[in-house]
């Protein structure tokens, strides 16, 4: 099956440092990858669609200048959250879209962050 | 505005019983469905999922009933379980016009308690 992975699983940070998060498709080449962030009880809401070799596109509402989003790989894409704040603790999920598929897309086990 | 919207936001069903829960849409574009099965602190694991050109898809336990004029769909787990206690979403997405689905959309979630 499509194995995506995360790294790390959990973060703690002081306000105003970044953190990078590292998602990883572990068994297939995966050209678009979803960036994900769910708080405490709620749905999952799409942040961004990361594209290998090109500008990740943000959702509206999502600050790009604070979540950068690099694909440098066709199994490799990383979030970065800048200057956290308190505000930015949530879960982040990253998810890969199964290339044979063209729909499917397969959901890391996430990353908590929390910024104290 | 919520574009995919879940009912009921939690179930409790009786071990061996049928859990339904339902979504409803409002973008026509919308042509994937998907539904995940979260547990506390991990990632979505994809379950089942249907195209609008079929009304019913069964994947072992789980039904996918879709309903197309009405624009809704629902999950149907057969002979419940205890281990089936999750948290459950929908979701939907569209082909993009990069020849891959764009990002998912999904619904609040469903907490479903299976009683022993």
New interface residues.
């Given amino acids: 099956g499509a194995v ?1 992975s ?1 790294h790390p699983s959990w973060v703690i940070c002081k306000s105003g440092t970044s953190v990078k998060i590292e998602c990883r498709s572990l068994d297939f080449q995966a ?2 990858m ?1 960036w ?1 962030r769910q708080f405490p009880k ?5 942040m961004a ?1 990361s ?1 290998e070799g090109s500008k990740a596109t943000y ?1 509206q509402g999502v600050e790009k200048d604070k979540f950068l989003i690099n694909h440098a790989s066709l199994t490799l894409s990383t979030l970065t959250v800048t200057s956290a704040h308190p505000e930015d603790s949530s879960f982040y ?1 990253c ?1 890969a ?1 199964d ?1 044979r598929s ?9 990353t ?1 962050l929390t910024v104290t | 505005q919520q574009q995919v919207k879940q009912s009921p936001q939690s179930l409790i069903v009786q071990k061996g019983g049928i859990s339904i829960i339902n979504c409803a849409y409002e973008n026509t574009a919308f042509d994937y469905f998907p539904w995940y099965q979260q547990f506390p602190g991990k990632g979505p694991a994809l379950l089942i999922a249907i195209r609008p050109d079929v009304s019913e898809k069964k994947e072992g336990r789980f039904t996918i009933s879709f309903n197309k004029s009405a624009k809704q769909f629902s999950l149907h787990i057969m002979d419940s379980q205890p281990g089936d206690s999750a948290t459950y979403f929908c979701a939907a997405s569209i082909m993009g016009s990069g020849g891959g689905a764009d990002g998912l959309t999904f619904g609040k979630g469903t907490h479903l308690i299976i009683q022993p």
């Fill in positions: 995506v995360q050209t678009t979803f994900y709620q749905s999952l809401m799409l669609t594209n959702e999920i998810s879209r290339p063209a729909y499917e897309q397969y959901f890391g086990p996430g908590r």
